[in-house]
């Protein structure tokens, strides 16, 4: 196959006509650049901001082939720029896709990396408009390139966090590193029910990126600083404490476990608290509101069936991140500083 | 360094502030994503596309230390994706960059790199403004990502060309070919002068995209196709003959040749018609107008001090690309079918 005709039997037929034209693609692959409506026909009495983001996955570094199929890398590639886009509120609209391929690849191979990128573009309502492919002398890179947009003015950045306000997740951190650890060491014998094996596994190689939770934040106006948990919630906490010059405590008794999670640590004698703080790549979305917009919100988001939790609050300071836990034999809470760790890639 | 401190070594103080406001950016490097605006206040009363485009150069597939320096990976990284954006007769405007790094680069040296793309970047006004960086195991990967706009509808597709139509370049091809030969001879004694060898190392090492070239095009309104010459000119013919479902002639004697190439070629005993038709990167523009309105393009061209050469012409056929020269012997035409050969990697 020339470059051509493997392009083409990478991409032909991933998205259907319908999804391509309601994001106003004009000219997806095949020239020099791909061609988009800026307006689309619903946008024409609304102003938009457009969103950019860039993600890049590496051989060896992010993924193995021991813990991430060739469809679930794709997936997980292009889900990562997703939650980027999920976490300033918005709507991811396009992508394109750069991919640097050693030559013991097969093509039928890299058909599976975009099958999985397609499964994720076609789940969130992403088009896949354009890409190079390149060959390279050792390691796998996956390049993906995502644009959203937001109502003009009206992206939620990092940088908005108050004193006062309450901290809160999107869901529950920690699962990723788990599943990690799971797939590392999965020739140990687990005793452990399989469907608590299989969330943690999926945890990892499919994050699910929030877009509906970012939404409904961005909908209800009351929220001040979002980031996505990828390098870990410590790590996330620290960038939205330095950005918004604030302090951010996060009560530990608050923080909400899975079942999977805390039985597979408790089994796999592994610290559960290092997972949720450091793990990484959960994708759930991290941020602060003002305490009196906390209960409506949760209700709002438990009507529509998505999770809310409070896990600690925003306080003056000068971008300290700190871990407050009882101490039971003082009987009083102490605080410790969380120094900023963040994800460790496997080099 | 940690992370940040790099990212903010690398990328402090690179463009200035009109340029990103200019631009409408409104968040740039920092955040989830990047924020710019989808409308600029100059076009409030115009609907634009939107073009998106991204190119990867890998370290020893595209270059090489002996043949390009830190800053020239850089400048060509950038220029490569303008061209695609002057090849549509857009405009560039913003751009994200993913860098995977392999340990044995020094901050300082990442530094020259993004050197290189701030110098492009400052010299076509485009805001840079996001991106990602990994550490890589191996090879340094530069993905760049540009998006430009173009008055709503007006882009400039490879596949209108038409029966009829002249074929041109708004250059000189074969440059940048010649100049990767002599980079990679540079030891052995050139018996020329040294202004010519110059012309020919800056072609292969800062090519000029052609925008003000690509939108003088766009703004004539009589282009019919457009492609630019990153792969060779026999390359670009064919992906224009097949998008149009068109034969092009491409005659020998009407291509342009510059006076460095020619005494270069000789010099070195390589083949000035291989350089051109084969030889890659020149990010010249190569397309076809209606024969009628040649004479007034080139016209406006040469007001501009900009150069257009007609090289050929489009005729009714299957996809076809002929090169057309006189048989001095037989005292005619005669034309060979140029194979699609494209341009040749290191690898």
């Not at 909400?256 to 949720?276: G, H, R, V």
């Not at 305490?291 to 925003?314: D, N, P, W």
């Amino acid at each position: 196959m020339d470059e051509f005709a493997r392009i083409s039997f990478w991409t032909n037929e991933g998205q259907a006509p319908d999804l391509l034209e309601a994001r106003g693609v004009r000219l997806a692959i095949g020239d020099d650049a791909a061609i988009v409506a800026a307006t689309n026909k619903e946008d024409r009495n609304e102003a938009y901001d457009w969103l950019y983001t860039v993600d890049t996955m590496v051989e060896e570094i992010h993924f193995k082939s021991e813990t991430m199929s060739l469809e679930a890398i794709g997936y997980k590639a292009l889900a990562s720029n997703i939650s980027d886009i999920a976490a300033m509120g918005g709507i991811p609209m396009h992508a394109v896709v750069a991919i640097s391929i050693p030559s013991r690849y097969s093509p039928q191979q890299i058909k599976q990396i975009y099958n999985g990128i397609y499964q994720c573009a076609n789940q969130y309502g992403v088009a896949i408009v354009g890409g190079d492919t390149t060959s390279s002398p050792h390691s796998l890179v996956l390049t993906i390139t995502v644009i959203g947009k937001v109502e003009a003015g009206t992206a939620i950045r990092r940088s908005g966090a108050k004193p006062g306000d309450v901290l809160f997740v999107t869901g529950i951190a920690g699962k990723s590193a788990a599943g990690l650890h799971l797939l590392l060491n999965a020739h140990q014998e687990q005793h452990l029910a399989q469907h608590h094996l299989e969330m943690l596994k999926q945890a990892h190689q499919a994050p699910q990126p929030q877009v509906a939770q970012g939404r409904l934040l961005h909908d209800l106006g009351s929220c001040h600083a979002l980031n996505d948990v990828s390098d870990g919630l410590a790590s996330e906490a620290a960038e939205i404490a330095a950005a918004s010059a604030v302090d951010i405590v996060i009560d530990e008794q608050l923080l909400p476990i899975s079942e999977s999670l805390s039985q597979y640590s408790a089994c796999a004698q592994q610290s559960t608290l290092e997972w949720i703080l450091y793990g990484g790549e959960d994708y759930i979305l991290l941020g602060s509101m003002p305490t009196e917009h906390f209960a409506k919100t949760k209700a709002a988001f438990s009507e529509q069936g998505m999770e809310l939790y409070e896990i600690g609050r925003v306080e003056q300071g000068q971008g300290e991140v700190w871990l407050e836990a009882l101490d039971a034999k003082l009987e009083r809470k102490q605080r410790t500083c969380l120094s900023k760790r963040g994800y460790n890639h496997f080099i």
